[in-house]
């Protein structure tokens, strides 16, 4: 196990960091559809963004108090271990939203530690609650004496629902140019998805997908599934990461019924690649009724 020499900057927990402006403009949410292969109209026709859209405006927000908590000489050692999304209002063009992020918790685990960091993003000039996110970096090989702060929000699988078939298996094919397409619309340029001789020197095969490109994915199979007619009804979309996908794969979403949760139809699901990984874990998607 590799140890930091640094220290987790436990006395962040609880500061929110300045606010970070975004101006969302239709043609960036029609990019972000086309990049995730989105089939619905309104995401396409940039009406209304995708949900996983939501990371972008936040996305310099989280990352901010996410790296001012963890040591610096850890931060090649950080992996996005989860990520919860909590939709309060459809994100919409021509409006300016404001985020503000705020670290939450430090957590030991049996390989590494886990950094909980929530994001809160409103409308400008209403000051509306649009969206709650709540990314969780795991940083492996590291150790904190205790932890500190709060836990991430559960989302876990219930394993007894795998005593029936799930209600719907969906899937879907990356295409062999589609992490080049998530970097530019997603705004997220990382090496290991984009040059294959950087992601062989970090262990993977070759260029690996991004995350949050596989959770858009895994977020269409649940509109899919529980409310085609109106995808703004998705309330809450939660995820575990588990294993790498890469270009070309298919991967295949089995989404369990999971009865109500707080006032709305929960479903439960993983996502497994034709590789036989189970590329997402403990999937939560919640539908207003």
Not at 43 to 63: E, I, N, T, Y
Not at 66 to 83: K, N, R, W
Not at 245 to 261: D, S, V
Request: glycine letters at 8%; a negative charge; one cysteine or more.
């Amino acid at each position: 196990m590799s140890v930091s020499t640094g220290e987790f900057k436990t006395d962040a927990i609880g500061q929110f960091g300045d606010p970070d402006e975004f101006v969302v403009e239709r043609d960036r949410i029609k990019a972000y559809a086309e990049a995730t292969n989105d089939p619905f109209e309104v995401h396409r026709s940039g009406d209304v963004a995708p949900p996983v859209f939501a990371v972008v405006p936040a996305f310099g927000a989280l990352a901010e108090k996410s790296t001012g908590v963890i040591p610096p000489d850890a931060l090649m050692m950080v992996l996005h271990g989860e990520q919860d999304f909590h939709f309060h209002q459809p994100i919409r063009p021509d409006t300016t939203l404001v985020t503000r992020a705020v670290a939450l918790g430090v957590q030991p685990r049996s390989s590494g530690v886990t950094v909980n960091v929530k994001g809160e993003t409103r409308d400008k000039e209403t000051d509306e609650l649009i969206v709650e996110q709540y990314m969780i970096s795991f940083v492996r090989g590291q150790q904190v004496d205790e932890g500190a702060g709060e836990e991430p929000l559960d989302h876990a699988f219930d394993d007894t629902l795998r005593e029936r078939d799930p209600e719907a298996e969906i899937s879907q094919t990356y295409d062999e140019d589609q992490t080049f397409r998530y970097a530019e619309a997603a705004g997220d340029p990382m090496p290991i998805h984009l040059d294959d001789e950087i992601a062989k020197a970090m262990g993977f095969p070759g260029i690996i997908i991004h995350g949050l490109c596989t959770m858009a994915f895994t977020s269409q199979a649940a509109i899919q599934h529980a409310c085609p007619d109106d995808p703004t009804r998705l309330k809450r979309l939660a995820v575990r990461f588990s294993k790498i996908a890469l270009p070309g794969q298919t991967i295949t979403t089995r989404i369990w019924n999971a009865g109500e949760r707080d006032g709305r139809d929960a479903h439960a699901f993983e996502t497994s690649s034709d590789s036989g990984d189970v590329v997402i874990k403990d999937g939560l998607a919640e539908v207003a009724s």
